[in-house]
């Protein structure tokens, strides 16, 4: 590993260095910043002595060790069914690692990335990598997206240009956001925490901390999975900065449904069709799709495995849900879906040369040993509220649900397609749903920013 405490951002050139110690965080397979030329996006954010330019591209070496060990991958034999009961079938991973090996690019989204300004700055003891664009068009209103796990900020890399440049994607300049998209602690190019405590609350006022830092007086929040824990906790928090937050996973969970399918108890007669499809959605989740969570949750520093194997580590991110597994499987079958090949390998590829498929699990131990409810119950949200569903997320709230959860409910949407990972399988329709449901909020903004 080379000596990255020695390498320092200085005007414009960006660097890594270890997570604590060193700075920003240690890559063991040797990825190093190099000095870019900023684009306009990126001159024009104001960055100070606090925020530094990031640019990153990962040796050679790094990627030719990447194919030698999945061309080495020690193989089990297939599953003795015919269907996914047990687990990410042995065809579905061959074709995965075939393509992995022999086709897929890396240095195409490396240069996407480089494309976009991204940053790296310090808060709370621990450096924070976000990408931020500033919109052209006048009063536009600041927007923090948050993804989840196993996601990135290349999740939300396909909304950047469409939020911050509307009329050019179909929408109107009132439209246009600022974007700025910060990678959760232990993931991507932000520091891997060395001590417990980065739990959603933490993370949350990061993220307060980190819009006030760029300048905005007023803002909101997005996100799903721990984008949307993230933005709830922001919600609770309550700066006075911001006006409201949006979800594609909502926390809606009525308490006596939650008791009622952690005691394995029948779905009660009164449900409606919506709420009773909630409940077959989280019913089946609990007791088939948290196996990755539950091992995460109480036991994430076993997962060398995945740290060592590419395909072990492409396996586990597969195995999140079952519907969007299908979705996956589907397209390494040669079908078109939202998402492509590329797309998936663009996420897992970053996991691997970021070396952070446990330093991101650990997120959900820390959460574990603080949280007061659990994932989906409902956590008392008093700000306004936009919730978008979308039908194959692990489970889709109901009206009725969300209208109770969230008393300044702005905006309710149910969507005709679309999973878990939604700004990366549809971004259309989710940039349609942050335009339209934060579209009441943006008399607030008086030219604040």
């Known amino acids: 590993m080379p000596d990255l405490d020695?390498?320092?951002?200085?005007?414009?050139?960006?660097?890594?260095?270890?997570?604590?110690?060193?700075g920003l965080l240690g890559f063991p397979r040797n990825s190093e910043?190099?000095?870019?030329?900023?684009?306009?996006?990126?001159?024009?954010?104001?960055?100070?002595?606090?925020?530094?330019?990031?640019?990153?591209?990962?040796?050679?070496?790094?990627?030719?060790?990447?194919?030698?060990r999945i061309e080495a991958t020690k193989?089990?034999?297939?599953?003795?069914?015919?269907?996914?009961?047990?687990?990410?079938?042995?065809?579905?991973?061959?074709?995965?690692?075939?393509?992995?090996?022999?086709?897929?690019?890396?240095?195409?989204?490396?240069?996407?990335?480089?494309?976009?300004?991204?940053?790296?700055?310090?808060i709370?003891?621990?450096?924070?990598?976000?990408?931020?664009?500033?919109?052209?068009?006048?009063?536009?209103?600041?927007?923090?997206?948050?993804?989840?796990?196993?996601?990135?900020?290349?999740?939300?890399?396909?909304?950047?240009?469409?939020?911050?440049?509307?009329?050019?994607?179909?929408?109107?300049?009132?439209?246009?956001?600022d974007v700025v998209i910060p990678s959760l602690p232990g993931y991507g190019f932000s520091g891997k925490p060395t001590a417990p405590g980065w739990d959603p609350p933490r993370i949350a006022r990061a993220w307060t901390t980190l819009m006030r830092r760029l300048g905005y007086k007023k803002f909101v929040a997005q996100g799903g999975d721990w984008g949307n824990a993230v933005s709830e906790q922001m919600g609770l928090q309550a700066p006075p900065e911001l006006?409201?937050?949006?979800?594609?996973?909502?926390?809606?969970?009525?308490?006596?449904?939650?008791?009622?399918?952690a005691s394995g108890s029948p779905p009660p007669a009164s449900l409606s069709a919506d709420e009773r499809n909630a409940w077959d959605q989280l019913d089946f989740f609990y007791k088939k799709g948290l196996g990755y969570a539950n091992e995460m949750a109480l036991r994430p520093q076993t997962l060398y495995g995945i740290a060592d194997?590419?395909?072990?580590?492409?396996?586990w991110i597969l195995d999140h849900d079952a519907r969007s597994y299908a979705l996956i499987a589907r397209v390494f079958d040669g079908q078109r879906e939202g998402l492509t090949r590329d797309d998936i390998l663009?996420?897992?590829?970053?996991?691997?040369?970021?070396?952070?498929?446990?330093?991101?699990?650990?997120?959900?131990?820390?959460?574990?040993?603080?949280?007061?409810?659990?994932?989906?119950?409902?956590?008392?949200?008093?700000?306004?509220?936009?919730?978008?569903?979308?039908?194959?997320?692990?489970?889709?709230?109901?009206?009725?649900?969300?209208?109770?959860?969230?008393?300044?409910?702005?905006?309710?949407?149910?969507?005709?397609?679309?999973?878990?990972?939604?700004?990366?399988e549809q971004p259309e329709l989710f940039v349609r749903e942050q335009r339209e449901g934060f579209r009441s909020l943006r008399s607030q903004l008086g030219g604040a920013n």
């Not at 086709?103 to 989204?109: I, L």
């Not at 194997?309 to 396996?315: C, D, E, F, N």
């Not at 446990?358 to 409902?378: C, E, H, I, M």
Request: glycine share 6%; charged share 20%; hydrophobic share 40%.
């Open 346 to 424: 663009e996420n897992i590829t970053m996991y691997w040369l970021t070396n952070t498929a446990v330093s991101s699990a650990r997120l959900y131990w820390d959460n574990r040993t603080t949280a007061r409810k659990g994932f989906f119950d409902v956590k008392n949200v008093t700000i306004p509220v936009v919730v978008t569903v979308f039908p194959d997320e692990i489970y889709a709230a109901p009206r009725s649900w969300a209208e109770r959860a969230y008393p300044k409910l702005i905006h309710f949407s149910k969507l005709p397609k679309g999973g878990h990972f939604a700004a990366w």
């Open 124 to 177: 709370d003891g621990l450096n924070i990598h976000f990408i931020h664009v500033r919109s052209k068009e006048k009063n536009a209103m600041p927007l923090i997206v948050t993804h989840g796990w196993p996601g990135s900020f290349i999740e939300q890399m396909k909304i950047i240009a469409p939020l911050t440049n509307p009329t050019a994607y179909g929408g109107k300049a009132e439209d246009a956001f």
């Open 75 to 122: 193989w089990p034999e297939r599953e003795t069914v015919s269907d996914e009961s047990q687990g990410v079938r042995f065809a579905t991973t061959q074709k995965l690692a075939r393509y992995w090996a022999t086709d897929y690019d890396w240095r195409k989204v490396e240069a996407r990335i480089n494309a976009v300004p991204n940053f790296i700055t310090e």
């Open 243 to 261: 006006l409201g937050i949006s979800t594609n996973m909502a926390a809606t969970v009525p308490a006596e449904i939650g008791k009622a399918l």
């Open 33 to 68: 910043a190099m000095t870019g030329t900023l684009t306009d996006d990126a001159r024009q954010t104001g960055s100070g002595p606090d925020i530094r330019p990031f640019h990153v591209s990962f040796p050679e070496a790094d990627l030719t060790d990447l194919r030698r």
């Open 309 to 315: 194997s590419p395909v072990g580590l492409a396996a």
């Open 6 to 22: 020695r390498r320092r951002f200085l005007g414009a050139a960006a660097t890594t260095a270890a997570a604590s110690q060193l």
